[in-house]
Nanobody
């Protein structure tokens, strides 16, 4: 079984920065893709960014402010968030496409809350 644990969320004023981390743990697995999604109050979960190998993909509205990166040796994905805005307030979820027992599984973390005040 594979688990994802996020960290780094918190409260910040508008214009500030946060760095989220997500670590994958378990046994006998390999990671294909990793990414971040977010869900604001009363809204659907939406894509923030994904990374497969060295290829990254971002929500158009977040390009230039958010940067996703990955440390394969640590099974960790990061999300650097700069120039935060109140509308970035949401629970941020880590997601990974994981090969486990010859199957490709879609795994989610429990989320970390980011609150941006004006």
């Amino acid at each position: 079984q594979v688990q994802l644990v996020e960290s780094g969320g918190g409260s910040v004023q508008a214009g500030g920065s946060l760095r989220l981390s997500c670590v994958a743990s378990g046994s006998r697995f390999s990671i294909n893709s990793m990414g971040w999604y977010r869900q604001a109050p009363g809204k659907q979960r939406e894509l923030v960014a994904t990374i497969i190998g060295y290829s990254t993909n971002y929500a158009d509205s977040l390009k230039g402010r958010f940067t996703i990166s990955r440390d394969n040796a640590k099974n960790t994905v990061y999300l650097q968030m700069n120039g935060l805005k109140p509308e970035d307030t949401a629970i941020y979820y880590c997601n990974a496409g994981v090969y486990y027992s010859s199957s490709l599984m879609n795994v989610w973390g429990k989320g970390t809350l980011v609150t941006v005040s004006s």
